[in-house]
């Protein structure tokens, strides 16, 4: 069973632009959580989706959001990047809420 | 936020030996704790999990211990080999949804 993919691996952007990101979760999960990785905050928590709504949101800006579709696909959308924004991006899928969460290989996102 | 910190940053073991990787989580009601590897370049990688009903579970070389009465976590690897060289985070739940409080993370080194 092929696990957790998040496309695409690496990202370079510049200060006010916006970016995309997906994460396809393991086959049969349904509920996709994104965390933001840096050597300064750690992995910190930004939302959860679950049969395409959204469960929980971290404690970020509204610049982030993300949403999920019926195959249970997830994109996460960073408008107006600002160079702090520079980070690992990483998606977990689990088959229910309250299982085990398995992490993709993230994104690495840039902003110069 | 919530705070899961980790007592040492860095560990160094010889090959061979057990390692013992320790976590202070804050939150009483969290019911649901994971320990993950992280590689360098790759997403964290699911280790074990122990659920607030349980002291202790094992795996493949691998044990965790949960304290609630003092709110610890550890993760026993035994025999630790150098392919176990790595950052360990412990990660905690207490929400209905899969939002996981990461600590800051320990760098395991296995020395040959």
């Known amino acids: 069973k092929a696990g957790v993919t998040q496309t695409p691996r690496y990202l370079i952007k510049t200060r006010g632009q916006q970016v995309t990101l997906s994460c396809s979760p393991i086959s049969g999960h349904r509920s996709v959580s994104w965390y933001q990785q840096t050597p300064g905050q750690g992995l910190q928590f930004l939302f959860e989706?679950?049969?395409?709504?959204?469960?929980n949101k971290g404690n970020f800006p509204g610049r982030f959001s993300g949403r999920q579709f019926s195959n249970s696909r997830s994109e996460m959308n960073v408008s107006t990047l600002e160079l702090g924004d520079s980070a690992l991006y990483l998606c977990a899928s689990s088959l229910v809420v309250g299982n085990e969460q398995f992490f993709g290989p993230g994104t690495r996102l840039t902003v110069l | 936020g919530e705070s899961v910190g980790l007592h040492l940053p860095t560990l160094s073991v010889q090959e061979g030996d057990n390692s013992i990787i320790n976590c202070a989580y804050s939150n009483s009601a969290s019911d649901y704790f994971i320990w993950y590897k992280q590689e360098s370049g790759k997403g964290p990688q699911f280790i074990i999990d122990i659920r607030s009903n349980m002291d202790k579970r094992q795996g493949q070389r691998v044990t965790v211990l949960l304290n609630k009465t003092v709110k610890h976590l550890s993760l026993q690897i035994a025999a630790t080999q150098p392919g176990d060289s790595a950052v360990y985070f412990c990660?905690?739940?207490?929400?209905?949804?899969?939002?996981?409080?990461f600590g800051t993370g320990t760098s395991l080194t296995v020395i040959p």
């Open positions: 989706y679950f049969s395409e709504t959204q469960r």
């Open positions: 990660a905690e739940s207490y929400t209905t949804g899969n939002q996981f409080y």
